[in-house]
T-cell receptor, first 113, second 115 residues
Framework: EAQVTQNPRYLITVTGKKLTVTCSQN?????MSWYRQDPGLGLRQIYY???????DKGDVPEGYKVSRKEKRNFPLILESPSPNQTSLYFCASSLDSDEETQYFGPGTRLLVL | AQKVTQAQTEISVVEKEDVTLDCVYE???????LFWYKQPPSGELVFLIRRNSFDEQNEISGRYSWNFQKSTSSFNFTITASQVVDSAVYFCALSEPFNTDKLIFGTGTRLQVFP
């Protein structure tokens, strides 16, 4: 089944404790992206990747890191989480960066205390 | 600047009513894509439709229909004979394929369909 998976789905952590949210897709998609969803703000792009070893900042990259060492994986790293990073996070992928539709993972709900 | 506005924060209807969700967008580009996604209470984002800027034909898919009007920069979504299972948050989004392909989302419209 073609899908985007994220782990964990739910996470509670404390300020400053490094964490990684994994994202994996099995569709051989080149383009991957991370968004965060906050009430009243919709979804905003954090980082994106056009292909392996090619990443760039989205609209709200502060406090986040990403890597793209393999085509299928695009982990989101919070080196020192803060409470303002409490949010719902979505990973998305598409075949390429042109007209293809982006398909989303199930979301990761993060609470930073 | 690119922007998507969904002015309706929340809509409540009774089953079998028709309902239209509004979406107005701003973009400088002549080539762009418009999307609608559904987010049911379970939280995932479900792709509903993609429309490119050169195709202004309206689209119908079962009880769903979309009206794209470039003259008013709108891409409205109508659900005919709504059902309780249509209850969700609906997001309209804009993509500019030659500008990172970032999806620019509206703030969403929460639709509640009561039995």
């Amino acid at each position: 089944e073609a899908q985007v998976t994220q782990n964990p789905r739910y996470l509670i952590t404390v300020t400053g404790k490094k964490l990684t949210v994994t994202c994996s897709q099995n569709m051989n998609h080149e383009y991957m992206s991370w968004y965060r969803q906050d009430p009243g703000l919709g979804l905003r792009q954090i980082y994106y990747s056009m292909n392996v070893e090619v990443t760039d900042k989205g609209d709200v990259p502060e406090g986040y890191k990403v890597s793209r060492k393999e085509k299928r994986n695009f982990p989101l790293i919070l080196e020192s989480p803060s409470p303002n990073q409490t949010s719902l996070y979505f990973c998305a992928s598409s075949l390429d960066s042109d007209e293809e539709t982006q398909y989303f993972g199930p979301g990761t709900r993060l609470l930073v205390l | 600047a690119q922007k998507v506005t969904q002015a309706q924060t929340e809509i409540s209807v009774v089953e079998k009513e028709d309902v239209t969700l509004d979406c107005v967008y701003e973009t400088r580009d002549t080539t762009y894509y418009l999307f609608w996604y559904k987010q049911p209470p379970s939280g995932e984002l479900v792709f509903l439709i993609r429309r490119n800027s050169f195709d202004e034909q309206n689209e119908i898919s079962g009880r769903y229909s979309w009206n794209f009007q470039k003259s008013t920069s709108s891409f409205n979504f109508t659900i005919t004979a709504s059902q309780v299972v249509d209850s969700a948050v609906y997001f309209c989004a804009l993509s500019e394929p030659f500008n990172t392909d970032k999806l620019i989302f509206g703030t969403g419209t929460r639709l509640q369909v009561f039995p």
